[in-house]
């Protein structure tokens, strides 16, 4: 009795604590006792989430589409118009035939051909870098390129309105960030300024994805070289649009090949394929395969995607009035949709505020053949949720006429 712990003498039976032995006091098990459990999931919470953005109207929902539309697409990121390119197509299906359909590992181990560097190559030598490195998307080539050119003990810079890609890249940066006002150059200036760390690095979209403004690279770039820091600059939406013959923005404003400007980019947007790259220096690409995890740890980008960015890159070069001409029909649809300032790139941004407003406005243009974007929180700020119209070279008269005339009619007050 003298060794039991208060709870087992406590539920012993009297007889049993009487006749047992001290050292069988001391085991003695305390009696059993129903406990009624309520099962709850551990993922009822998403039933509550769910409502709550029915109510804002911040559903999203997966539409299939086939693989011939019939409607006119003014959503897509294909601003070139050669995804169906037939030269596109026939280099992704010789890129197949050589090589496979998958890289079959990292590109350290067995996934690294011919093709990747080739395509690394000419690219490099268009926008006017030193080097270039594929990775499996644009998302994991600005993980790569920001998260190994910063680090701990640095500073990261970055627009409040930059890809989420880059806003994630910061976050597992684990340096310090400061995050400033768009395009503020003197916001970025004084971040610098005030810096305690010895490297920074600021990060910016060359072209913002949901409003198609420009970035003010120039003086970026002046700021970044008066403090220190490296620039990196997403040309996602400039590759293509921007500059001589659609070699971005950083070419346009004299920055291509800087030795403090590291450049990322996509090719499933002007160049119709899959997959990212990070262009710069030499030091970049060689520290990029040493320490980028994207880059290290994840299967290379299959060998069809690398084949038709390369046909893709080819057509362009071939071709260089592309990129004018996407301009041009971003102007024409500007007018259309009556949006005062004339488009910087191909983007095409028709704010309407409420998200059940564009929700239902894209609907409308859907039923009468016109597909359009729609853009609402948290892609873009509360109140500004818009049509997000795209540009295509490709577009033809005939699809100019029924953009105009399904958009006059579902953007006219009621």
């Known amino acids: 009795m003298f060794n039991c712990r208060p709870a087992d003498v406590f539920n012993c039976q009297p007889a049993d604590v009487f006749n047992c032995r001290p050292a069988d006091v001391f085991n003695c098990q305390p009696k059993e006792r129903t406990v009624t459990r309520v099962e ?20 999203r929902s997966l539409r299939t589409r086939r693989p011939v539309g019939a409607e006119l697409d003014l ?34 181990v067995t996934g690294n051909t011919e093709l990747h560097e080739a395509f690394e190559d000419a690219l490099a030598a268009f926008v006017g870098a ?3 490195l594929v990775f499996s998307s644009g998302y994991t080539a600005n993980l790569g390129a920001v998260v190994s050119l910063s680090g701990p003990g640095s500073l990261v810079v970055s627009d409040a309105l930059t890809h989420a890609s880059l806003v994630d890249a910061c976050r597992l940066s ?68 921007r ?21 990322t980019t996509t090719m499933s947007k002007a160049l119709g394929s899959q997959g990212g790259v990070v262009l710069g220096p030499t030091a970049v690409r060689d520290h990029l395969i040493d320490a980028a995890r994207p880059f ?42 009556d949006v005062a300032e004339t488009p910087a790139s191909a983007v095409v941004s028709v704010i309407l505020g409420d998200p059940e407003v564009a929700l239902a406005a894209a609907a409308a243009c859907l039923e009468r053949g016109v597909r359009v974007g729609c853009f609402r929180p948290p892609t873009v700020p509360a109140g500004t949720s818009r049509l997000r119209l795209t540009a295509r070279a490709s577009l033809s008269d005939d ?16």
Do not use: K
Request: aromatic content about 2%; overall charge negative; charged content about 20%.
């Open 174 to 241: 684990r340096a310090r960030v400061a995050v400033t006002p768009h395009s503020d150059v003197g916001a970025v200036e004084t971040a610098l300024a005030e810096r305690s760390e010895e490297r920074a690095v600021v990060v910016t979209d060359s072209v913002f994805s949901a409003d198609g403004d420009l970035a003010p690279l120039r003086a970026l770039h002046d700021v970044c070289r008066r403090h220190g820091a490296l620039l990196i600059v997403d040309e996602a939406h400039g590759l293509g649009v």
């Open 399 to 414: 699809e100019m006429a029924l953009a105009r005339e399904v958009l006059t009619d579902v953007l006219s007050p009621a």
């Open 40 to 59: 709850v999931s551990p993922l009822a919470w998403l039933d509550d989430v769910e409502t709550q953005r029915r109510a804002a109207g911040l559903r």
């Open 130 to 132: 030193q080097s270039a």
């Open 75 to 108: 959503a897509s990121n294909d601003y070139l118009g050669l995804s169906q390119h037939p030269r596109v197509l026939e280099g992704g299906v010789a890129a197949l035939r050589t090589w496979g359909a998958g890289s079959s590992g990292s590109r350290l």
């Open 243 to 263: 500059g001589s013959g659609g070699r971005g923005l950083l070419h346009e404003v004299g920055l291509a090949g800087a030795p403090d400007v590291v450049m």
């Open 296 to 337: 290290i740890f994840d299967t290379g980008l299959a060998p069809a995607a690398v084949g038709a960015a390369h046909a893709a890159l080819g057509v362009l070069i071939d071709e260089p009035w592309r990129a004018q001409r996407v301009l041009d029909h971003a102007a024409s649809l500007a007018r259309i949709c």
